[in-house]
């Protein structure tokens, strides 16, 4: 069983390294180079302490600047210059991509996920975290609904393209419609729909994360104000809309983001499903069948995406510097 | 509080129905594929999976090979059961399907209903009964393959692990059949080297130290940044927040090529470092917002106390923060755990270094794209233990998350 | 790539099972083999004690046949041979070029980056003699010589490229049964396979079955479909030219290819499951209908590799896709190869261009599974069926050989908006805007 033991001495070896690395640099720092005791206790203490913080945050910064930021510096760099990274175009690839019909659609596309996802998956979130709140079996269900997080990207396609299957033998939908008499026709093919047939899955995954986070919000609500509400004589419909709703505006526009992010790197989907043909091609998936053979485009397709995002990042850093005051 | 939704006794019933009708669309993609993975090929395509359970007439050819023919005067006749012809025998071995049309041309394969006599091909007949026993004439003396037969036959429901089996050792049901001849048992072929069980194991090695090293690195850093006091603590807090919405994508190509640079090239040693990298912003993220809302009063106390950082945060943040811990773990390992893009750029090609994802989308779905039962095992078996974990740990997983997210 | 990387796949699915770590799979002196070729070879050369390094594509089961071949080098020089394999060769043959540590020998599976690194100085020229040689002993042996001969990096041209082991595309696969039934002969021309398929149709069946669905690279077949047709309605200069961009893409002449191809894929009668299917059904699922009763379909035109997707048991057979006999344009083949060459000087690597050019060196492999080659002087007979020896034949009658257009051009292009713009085309858009389309796609990467 070689491969087995060599998977668990590779597992023991990583783990141990970091543990070991932020023992000894602790044990290092408090009684080798600022040592506890001595003539200069008080001031190696102070030392000590102003030196920890950086100890304790090395490894994520060297791990985030290499594997983060010099990326997306890189990669702008890279961007600025020709396919085989020798002469300097400056923004000549941004100019190409944009005269690019392709490339456009992708961006259209991505417009269209970045609104449409975030907003059912939250949509449906919160019905289901609504209606399954005061329900007998509402842990089962949630459950059930939350499965579909534990799928990877390409298994979920999978499972969608058995679905969408133009045989109305195999795919549902085409059976449904056999059964009303319609002709069988192909999901995928169909234009511009298409691409909302292709958000269903990432819709279908990501609902179970917003359901969870908005069902716990949906409890923490303070009993009084919506007793308040019922005595007041509020129907179902009005309490969950002017009490409810309101109260959790923050959580949602949470979750609402992060599927955002979410969305605008997620390529699995349209590259195992449609590979970009058919009208549904978008920026993730199109940087893919640029990358490794012109890397000055396929970066500076990044770079877009990088810009799409950013009001989502400056959302989200302006957020949390509200909350450290 | 009940008795809110209750005053009204069909509401109550619109939202179990509706709940009903939504977590049996969320559930039916799932299990149209779990069904399918467990029917064979020839079953999926002629009928859908919600009819496994029904018999399903399919269409098959074979030649009446099962008894030598005799000759009558001008007649050569040949006479047997269909179910016992050399080509379908193993397919009917269990015995209870019944004929329900025969032909002789592949292009009319069910002309003749069983129990009526037709036409064949050399100018004789051919009479098929629904239990399989045929007679067939003809002035000629057949093919000495004997003369084909097309026919339908009610088939009953198969369910098999044969896809499953395909999958774990990587070698079809005949080359299974053919390394059983020679004595290797079925656990011998899951753990060979060829099988999947190394991809596997590779999954693990993969995984494990991908999700443990960047929950060690986040938590001492979300520590730092939560309760240490340093210059330059909010920028660096906002630089973690930005850097969660940095693609992926963009960071595989100079990657790559600096771990080509500095010589880590393709090894789990580079996927560990860059699973590391990416997951990082999360954890911290997730982390530093959990340890936030510890109780300040704990931490003054030991500081008083006279406990170092070191021993705070060992005693008494991580023990507090297991919630939070155990919810990024979760996420960190389904998400190494489904990655194809990241192991294919960071690790090597070749076989004994794949991991299942890998090995599943580039072996299994490269040569069997039409396969609908064997994608269907291959993509349980990738899933399977995502979902275990998943089932299991789910409480924690809320838990850690509402901490992270809702404030 | 997509395309070798599946047949190899296919090739593994074969051979996997085969034995493992036999020194010599045939007993030298036994068989159809041309042994005095491999005796000659031995008493010629001695290289004890050296060492030939070669990095390949094949990996698993593939690198397996390899080897087996290459043992015989090794027995009959004494030098030793560390065959590498490498599921993303491409990438890791520039890398290791670039390191300035390339194996002995490197195995293309695409002329393009051959040519590239011969531009870069990182290959030898083969050694004297060896162009003469392939055009003489390889049948349509001049194609095979433009195929290897490259600019160096001062610009002057010299054959690089030793082509061994050869796949074919121009081939139509059908079920013997089917079209014995039907009472359907062969088609011997261009002009007899649209009778016969008008014929099918008339007889209320479909004709073809054609499927362009391949996950990210979908619409590749489509490319083999219209680069046989384009070799049967022009000159192999035109496709030439076309290859390289001096004849546009939209010009007239690949325009009228293109709807060559749409005259049977665009054609709801023609095509099993009617024209909106080509473009989803994939390709490996696509032959089925062959085998299905009903047929769905009569003919499938796809490549050397495609049994290994039929299911199990069919039985199949497959003829040349036919060329005009109206035109005179002979029978040209399209297909695919490897390419051997040498990116590090040694006497063992030279050594080994002679072996190639042994009989024996091609039946070795020839005798096993998933190799063909225009080399003229290796015994059919070797081959362990009839399918894979009238296969060759095929290769051996061509009078032009082409090279899958799709490899040899830029990436973005073949393996790009060439297969992007078929789908666009059997989905509906016109032949001269998809044309255009990648015209223009084409002129923003000069």
Same mark, same amino acid.
């Given at each position: 069983?070689?491969?087995?033991?060599?998977?668990?001495?590779?597992?023991?070896?990583?783990?141990?390294?970091?543990?070991?690395?932020?023992?000894?640099?602790?044990?290092?720092?408090?009684?080798?180079?600022?040592?506890?005791?001595?003539?200069?206790?008080?001031?190696?203490?102070?030392?000590?302490?102003?030196?920890?913080?950086?100890?304790?945050?090395?490894?994520?910064?060297?791990?985030?600047?290499?594997?983060?930021?010099?990326?997306?510096?890189?990669?702008?760099?890279?961007?600025?210059?020709?396919?085989?990274?020798?002469?300097?175009?400056?923004?000549?690839?941004?100019?190409?991509?944009?005269?690019?019909?392709?490339?456009?659609?992708?961006?259209?596309?991505?417009?269209?996920?970045?609104?449409?996802?975030?907003?059912?998956?939250?949509?449906?979130?919160?019905?289901?975290?609504?209606?399954?709140?005061?329900?007998?079996?509402?842990?089962?269900?949630?459950?059930?609904?939350?499965?579909?997080?534990?799928?990877?990207?390409?298994?979920?396609?999978?499972?969608?393209?058995?679905?969408?299957?133009?045989?109305?033998?195999?795919?549902?939908?085409?059976?449904?419609?056999?059964?009303?008499?319609?002709?069988?026709?192909?999901?995928?093919?169909?234009?511009?729909?298409?691409?909302?047939?292709?958000?269903?899955?990432?819709?279908?995954?990501?609902?179970?994360?917003?359901?969870?986070?908005?069902?716990?919000?949906?409890?923490?609500?303070?009993?009084?104000?919506?007793?308040?509400?019922?005595?007041?004589?509020?129907?179902?419909?009005?309490?969950?809309?002017?009490?409810?709703?309101?109260?959790?505006?923050?959580?949602?526009?949470?979750?609402?983001?992060?599927?955002?992010?979410?969305?605008?790197?997620?390529?699995?989907?349209?590259?195992?499903?449609?590979?970009?043909?058919?009208?549904?091609?978008?920026?993730?998936?199109?940087?893919?069948?640029?990358?490794?053979?012109?890397?000055?485009?396929?970066?500076?397709?990044?770079?877009?995406?990088?810009?799409?995002?950013?009001?989502?990042?400056?959302?989200?850093?302006?957020?949390?510097?509200?909350?450290?005051? | 509080?009940?008795?809110?939704?209750?005053?009204?006794?069909?509401?109550?019933?619109?939202?179990?129905?509706?709940?009903?009708?939504?977590?049996?669309?969320?559930?039916?993609?799932?299990?149209?594929?779990?069904?399918?993975?467990?029917?064979?090929?020839?079953?999926?395509?002629a009928s859908g999976w919600w009819l496994a359970p029904f018999s399903v007439?399919?269409?098959?050819?074979?030649?009446?090979?099962?008894?030598?023919?005799?000759?009558?005067?001008?007649?050569?006749?040949?006479?047997?059961?269909?179910?016992?012809?050399?080509?379908?025998?193993?397919?009917?071995?269990?015995?209870?399907?019944?004929?329900?049309?025969?032909?002789?041309?592949?292009?009319?394969?069910?002309?003749?209903?069983?129990?009526?006599?037709?036409?064949?091909?050399?100018?004789?007949?051919?009479?098929?009964?629904?239990?399989?026993?045929?007679?067939?004439?003809?002035?000629?003396?057949?093919?000495?393959?004997?003369?084909?037969?097309?026919?339908?036959?009610?088939?009953?429901?198969?369910? *098999?692990?044969?896809?499953?089996?395909?999958?774990?050792?990587?070698?079809?049901?005949?080359?299974?059949?053919?390394?059983?001849?020679?004595?290797?048992?079925?656990?011998?072929?899951?753990?060979?080297?060829?099988?999947?069980?190394?991809?596997?194991?590779?999954?693990?090695?993969?995984?494990?130290?991908?999700?443990?090293?960047?929950?060690?690195?986040?938590?001492?850093?979300?520590?730092?940044?939560?309760?240490?006091?340093?210059?330059?603590?909010?920028?660096?807090?906002?630089?973690?927040?930005?850097?969660?919405?940095?693609?992926?994508?963009?960071?595989?190509?100079?990657?790559?090529?600096?771990?080509?640079?500095?010589?880590?090239?393709?090894?789990?040693?580079?996927?560990?470092?860059?699973?590391?990298?990416?997951?990082?912003?999360?954890?911290?993220?997730?982390?530093?917002?959990?340890?936030?809302?510890?109780?300040?009063?704990?931490?003054?106390?030991?500081?008083?106390?006279?406990? *170092?950082?070191?021993?705070?945060?060992?005693?008494?943040?991580?023990?507090?923060?297991?919630?939070?811990?155990?919810?990024?773990?979760?996420?960190?390992?389904?998400?190494?755990?489904?990655?194809?893009?990241?192991?294919?750029?960071?690790?090597?090609?070749?076989?004994?270094?794949?991991?299942?994802?890998?090995?599943?989308?580039?072996?299994?779905?490269?040569?069997?794209?039409?396969?609908?039962?064997?994608?269907?095992?291959?993509?349980?078996?990738?899933?399977?233990?995502?979902?275990?974990?998943?089932?299991?740990?789910?409480?924690?997983?809320?838990?850690?998350?509402?901490?992270?997210?809702?404030? | 790539?997509?395309?070798?990387?599946?047949?190899?796949?296919?090739?593994?699915?074969?051979?996997?099972?085969?034995?493992?770590?036999?020194?010599?799979?045939?007993?030298?002196?036994?068989?159809?083999?041309?042994?005095?070729?491999?005796?000659?070879?031995?008493?010629?050369?001695?290289?004890?004690?050296?060492?030939?390094?070669?990095?390949?594509?094949?990996?698993?089961?593939?690198?397996?046949?390899?080897?087996?071949?290459?043992?015989?080098?090794?027995?009959?020089?004494?030098?030793?041979?560390?065959?590498?394999?490498?599921?993303?060769?491409?990438?890791?043959?520039?890398?290791?070029?670039?390191?300035?540590?390339?194996?002995n020998i490197a195995v293309f599976p695409q002329p393009g980056l051959a040519?590239?690194?011969?531009?870069?100085?990182?290959?030898?020229?083969?050694?004297?003699?060896?162009?003469?040689?392939? &055009?003489?002993?390889?049948?349509?042996?001049?194609?095979?010589?433009?195929?290897?001969?490259?600019?160096?990096?001062?610009?002057?041209?010299?054959?690089?490229?030793?082509?061994?082991?050869?796949?074919?595309?121009?081939?139509?696969?059908?079920?013997?049964?089917?079209?014995?039934?039907?009472?359907?002969?062969?088609?011997?021309?261009?002009?007899?396979?649209?009778?016969?398929?008008?014929?099918?149709?008339?007889?209320?069946?479909?004709?073809?079955?054609?499927?362009?669905?391949?996950?990210?690279?979908?619409?590749?077949?489509?490319?083999?479909?219209?680069?046989?047709?384009?070799?049967?309605?022009?000159?192999?200069?035109?496709?030439?030219?076309?290859?390289?961009?001096?004849?546009?893409?939209?010009?007239?002449?690949?325009?009228?290819?293109?709807?060559?191809?749409?005259?049977?894929?665009?054609?709801?009668?023609?095509?099993?499951?009617?024209?909106?299917?080509?473009?989803?059904?994939?390709?490996?699922?696509?032959?089925?209908?062959?085998?299905?009763?009903p047929p769905e379909c009569y003919m499938h035109r796809q490549a050397s590799?495609?049994?290994?997707?039929?299911?199990?048991?069919?039985?199949?057979?497959?003829?040349?896709?036919?060329? @005009?006999?109206?035109?005179?344009?002979?029978?040209?083949?399209?297909?695919?190869?490897?390419?051997?060459?040498?990116?590090?000087?040694?006497?063992?690597?030279?050594?080994?261009?002679?072996?190639?050019?042994?009989?024996?060196?091609?039946?070795?492999?020839?005798?096993?599974?998933?190799?063909?080659?225009? @080399?003229?002087?290796?015994?059919?007979?070797?081959?362990?069926?009839?399918?894979?020896?009238?296969?060759?034949?095929?290769?051996?009658?061509?009078?032009?050989?082409?090279?899958?257009?799709?490899?040899?051009?830029?990436?973005?292009?073949?393996?790009?908006?060439?297969?992007?713009?078929?789908?666009? @085309?059997?989905?509906?858009?016109?032949?001269?805007?998809?044309?255009?389309?990648?015209?223009? &796609?084409?002129?923003?990467?000069?």
């Amino acid at each position: 069983m070689s491969p087995l033991f060599q998977g668990i001495i590779t597992i023991l070896v990583g783990v141990f390294g970091c543990v070991g690395y932020f023992y000894a640099a602790n044990l290092l720092l408090d009684k080798v180079i600022f040592p506890a005791r001595g003539p200069n206790i008080g001031r190696n203490i102070n030392r000590a302490t102003a030196v920890r913080p950086w100890l304790f945050l090395l490894p994520a910064i060297l791990a985030l600047s290499v594997y983060l930021v010099y990326p997306v510096v890189g990669s702008f760099w890279r961007s600025l210059f020709n396919r085989s990274g020798e002469e300097f175009i400056g923004m000549d690839n941004y100019g190409a991509l944009f005269a690019d019909d392709v490339f456009r659609q992708a961006l259209f596309n991505n417009a269209l996920w970045a609104l449409v996802v975030p907003a059912a998956a939250t949509f449906f979130g919160l019905l289901v975290a609504q209606l399954t709140d005061r329900l007998k079996w509402g842990n089962i269900a949630k459950s059930l609904i939350f499965m579909p997080m534990a799928i990877s990207f390409v298994g979920a396609s999978l499972i969608w393209k058995f679905v969408y299957a133009g045989d109305p033998d195999i795919g549902i939908i085409n059976a449904v419609r056999d059964g009303l008499g319609l002709d069988p026709m192909d999901p995928i093919q169909v234009p511009f729909w298409n691409n909302f047939f292709l958000m269903a899955i990432l819709i279908w995954i990501q609902t179970g994360f917003a359901m969870v986070i908005l069902s716990a919000a949906l409890r923490g609500i303070p009993e009084e104000t919506v007793e308040a509400a019922i005595i007041d004589g509020a129907n179902p419909f009005q309490l969950f809309f002017k009490i409810k709703v309101p109260q959790i505006m923050g959580t949602i526009v949470v979750v609402w983001t992060t599927i955002t992010i979410l969305v605008l790197k997620v390529f699995d989907i349209v590259y195992t499903m449609t590979g970009g043909n058919f009208g549904t091609q978008i920026l993730p998936s199109y940087m893919m069948t640029l990358m490794f053979r012109d890397d000055g485009r396929a970066t500076a397709v990044a770079v877009v995406i990088m810009v799409v995002v950013l009001p989502v990042m400056i959302w989200n850093i302006r957020q949390a510097q509200k909350e450290m005051r | 509080m009940d008795n809110i939704a209750g005053q009204n006794n069909s509401l109550k019933w619109a939202v179990n129905i509706t709940v009903a009708l939504l977590v049996v669309a969320w559930l039916i993609p799932t299990v149209g594929l779990f069904v399918s993975s467990f029917r064979d090929r020839d079953q999926i395509t002629a009928s859908g999976w919600w009819l496994a359970p029904f018999s399903v007439e399919l269409t098959y050819r074979t030649r009446a090979d099962d008894a030598a023919p005799r000759q009558e005067g001008d007649l050569w006749i040949v006479e047997g059961n269909i179910f016992g012809t050399g080509e379908v025998a193993d397919a009917f071995a269990s015995g209870d399907a019944s004929i329900t049309a025969f032909g002789v041309t592949g292009r009319d394969p069910a002309a003749f209903a069983a129990g009526t006599e037709g036409e064949n091909r050399d100018g004789g007949t051919l009479l098929v009964m629904a239990d399989g026993s045929y007679r067939y004439t003809s002035t000629e003396e057949p093919d000495a393959r004997g003369p084909r037969i097309y026919f339908a036959a009610a088939t009953p429901p198969d369910f *098999t692990m044969d896809n499953y089996q395909t999958i774990l050792t990587a070698q079809t049901a005949d080359e299974r059949a053919a390394s059983q001849a020679q004595g290797a048992t079925f656990w011998d072929l899951l753990f060979d080297e060829e099988g999947i069980f190394r991809n596997f194991v590779n999954t693990f090695t993969v995984t494990i130290p991908a999700t443990v090293i960047p929950i060690l690195i986040a938590a001492f850093a979300a520590y730092a940044l939560a309760w240490m006091d340093f210059p330059g603590r909010g920028l660096l807090i906002a630089a973690v927040v930005g850097l969660l919405v940095v693609p992926l994508q963009l960071a595989l190509v100079p990657l790559l090529n600096l771990h080509n640079r500095i010589g880590i090239g393709q090894s789990f040693l580079g996927i560990w470092m860059a699973h590391t990298g990416f997951g990082l912003p999360l954890a911290i993220y997730l982390l530093r917002n959990y340890m936030v809302g510890l109780p300040r009063d704990i931490i003054e106390g030991a500081k008083v106390d006279g406990a *170092t950082d070191f021993q705070i945060f060992t005693k008494i943040i991580l023990p507090l923060s297991f919630p939070a811990l155990a919810s990024f773990a979760i996420f960190q390992f389904l998400w190494t755990w489904n990655d194809l893009l990241v192991a294919k750029v960071f690790l090597p090609s070749d076989d004994a270094s794949k991991v299942m994802t890998v090995r599943i989308a580039d072996d299994l779905l490269g040569s069997r794209g039409g396969d609908w039962g064997i994608l269907a095992a291959a993509a349980f078996v990738s899933i399977a233990v995502p979902v275990i974990v998943f089932f299991t740990m789910q409480r924690f997983l809320v838990r850690g998350l509402l901490a992270g997210s809702v404030k | 790539m997509n395309k070798s990387l599946l047949a190899s796949a296919g090739v593994l699915a074969l051979t996997a099972g085969l034995a493992y770590g036999q020194d010599l799979m045939f007993t030298p002196g036994e068989g159809d083999f041309s042994w005095d070729s491999y005796d000659a070879f031995a008493e010629a050369t001695d290289l004890s004690g050296q060492t030939l390094t070669i990095t390949g594509p094949w990996i698993g089961a593939d690198g397996d046949l390899v080897e087996s071949v290459l043992a015989y080098f090794e027995a009959a020089t004494g030098a030793t041979v560390n065959y590498s394999g490498s599921d993303s060769f491409e990438q890791d043959i520039v890398i290791s070029i670039q390191a300035n540590s390339p194996p002995n020998i490197a195995v293309f599976p695409q002329p393009g980056l051959a040519a590239d690194m011969a531009a870069r100085g990182a290959l030898t020229p083969l050694p004297d003699g060896t162009a003469d040689w392939v &055009r003489e002993n390889y049948a349509a042996g001049q194609s095979w010589v433009d195929l290897g001969t490259y600019a160096g990096p001062d610009g002057a041209d010299a054959l690089y490229g030793f082509f061994y082991k050869v796949d074919l595309k121009s081939l139509v696969w059908y079920s013997p049964e089917a079209f014995d039934e039907a009472g359907y002969d062969i088609p011997q021309s261009m002009e007899e396979l649209q009778a016969l398929t008008d014929q099918i149709v008339a007889d209320g069946g479909t004709p073809w079955c054609i499927g362009l669905g391949s996950g990210a690279a979908t619409g590749w077949p489509a490319t083999d479909w219209v680069e046989d047709l384009l070799l049967r309605t022009q000159p192999p200069e035109v496709y030439d030219q076309w290859v390289t961009n001096e004849i546009p893409f939209n010009d007239p002449r690949i325009v009228a290819a293109i709807e060559e191809f749409g005259h049977f894929a665009r054609n709801d009668d023609y095509v099993a499951g009617g024209a909106s299917s080509v473009a989803t059904t994939d390709f490996r699922d696509s032959p089925a209908g062959l085998f299905s009763y009903p047929p769905e379909c009569y003919m499938h035109r796809q490549a050397s590799f495609i049994p290994t997707f039929f299911p199990e048991g069919a039985d199949s057979d497959f003829f040349y896709f036919p060329s @005009y006999a109206g035109l005179d344009l002979g029978n040209p083949v399209l297909g695919a190869g490897t390419l051997w060459a040498i990116t590090e000087e040694s006497p063992a690597a030279e050594a080994f261009v002679s072996f190639l050019e042994t009989p024996i060196a091609h039946e070795l492999w020839m005798a096993q599974s998933g190799f063909l080659t225009p @080399y003229a002087a290796a015994n059919p007979a070797v081959f362990p069926t009839d399918a894979q020896r009238s296969m060759n034949d095929i290769l051996l009658g061509a009078t032009t050989f082409r090279f899958d257009g799709s490899d040899l051009m830029p990436g973005e292009i073949g393996a790009g908006a060439f297969w992007t713009g078929m789908v666009d @085309y059997v989905s509906g858009a016109s032949a001269e805007d998809v044309a255009t389309a990648i015209q223009e &796609r084409w002129d923003s990467i000069q």
